[in-house]
């Protein structure tokens, strides 16, 4: 397992492959991985949908911070992030003092195209929009704070997950030497 002395944190919107990026990274990397959307969901010990219909969007952010607190004590690994943990500003804190923060920039017509068959794991965030409102409503409002947060920007999409992967290895080669000998 490669030794990480931080974590790589992967931030941006629903849709943009954190998740499945994460994974790859991780195998990669042979470094754990973390999903702070999973984590969410152990701590509550329901799915996120019905926690999101059940408690609304304040109980779950609240939840989602714990589970950020949480990670600091696990060994440093690749973290996939929900899209809003941004949102607040002591996570945005938490995160740029865990390690290297990667902001996944992606097109929003790629990204309606990838929430369009997730509905029944995803909650929607705006109700009474089109999913490509939301997701334009979404994007103006958080990629800011996705910019704040973020070491480095990877405009991504439309590209293999095995590109988007030594993609970021180029990023993280020179900026995390506790990496060793990356592949």
């Known amino acids: 397992m490669t030794t990480m002395d931080r974590f790589l ?18 195998r990669v990397l ?5 999903d702070t959307d999973r984590m ?8 996120l949908p019905r926690l999101w219909e059940r408690e609304g969007e304040a109980a779950f952010r609240e939840i989602e911070s714990r589970a950020l607190e949480t990670l600091r004590t696990l060994s440093p690994g690749v973290v996939s992030t929900g899209g809003g943990i941004v949102l607040r500003p002591q996570n945005r804190d938490t995160l740029r003092k865990m390690g290297y923060v990667l902001y996944l ?19 929607r965030l705006r109700e009474g929009v089109s999913l490509e409102e939301e997701v334009r409503q979404v994007v103006f409002e958080r990629d800011p704070l996705y910019r704040e947060v ?29 990496l060793g000998k990356i592949p």
């Open 9 to 26: 944190v992967l931030v941006g919107p629903r849709g943009s492959g954190k998740t499945t990026l994460g994974h790859a990274l991780g």
């Open 30 to 34: 042979d470094a754990p991985v973390y």
């Open 105 to 123: 920039h992606v097109p929003e017509e790629q990204l309606v195209a990838r929430l369009s068959g997730a509905s029944e794991r995803r909650p």
């Open 150 to 178: 973020a070491n480095s920007v990877l405009s991504s999409g439309g590209v293999s997950i095995a590109t988007t992967v030594e993609e970021i290895l180029s990023i993280l080669r020179p900026v995390m030497p506790s």
């Open 40 to 47: 969410v969901e152990d701590l509550a010990g329901e799915p």
